[in-house]
């Protein structure tokens, strides 16, 4: 597995309890900041596709813009009878600042 690090932001980039698009390497991804740790996602709702940047945020729950279906950062998890299918998670470090995504998809 490759484990190739790209820099997606700087630390400053993303506030505490907030989120940001980034689109890196022809992907467009959603990074979250929860009290101080880094989470990126596919910005992509499992249920009928619509972004999910823009969508309330709290702790470690995104609820999408569309619909309402609550998706867990920290593994992309979700339940409920919009959608059972979880998101997509990347890997994240910090690098001198930058936050660096694996763009290799978690398992
Ligand atoms: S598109 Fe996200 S809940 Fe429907």
């Known amino acids: 597995m490759s484990t190739k690090f790209h820099i997606m932001a700087k630390e400053t980039d993303v506030a505490d309890g907030q989120h940001i698009e980034v689109k890196l390497e022809g992907l467009d991804l959603l990074l979250a900041s929860v009290a101080g ?22 702790g470690f729950f995104l609820f999408c813009p569309k619909h309402a279906a609550r998706f867990d950062l920290r593994d992309g998890s979700t339940k409920g009878k919009l959608t059972q299918t979880p998101l997509d998670t990347f890997e994240t470090r910090v690098f001198n600042g930058n ?3 694996n763009l290799v998809i978690s398992e």
Do not use: M
Request: proline share 0%; charged share 30%; glycine share 8%.
């Open 37 to 58: 740790e880094y989470y990126v996602v596919r910005n992509q709702c499992t249920h009928a596709k619509e972004k999910l940047c823009g969508g309330i945020q709290k």
């Open 99 to 101: 936050i660096e995504v």
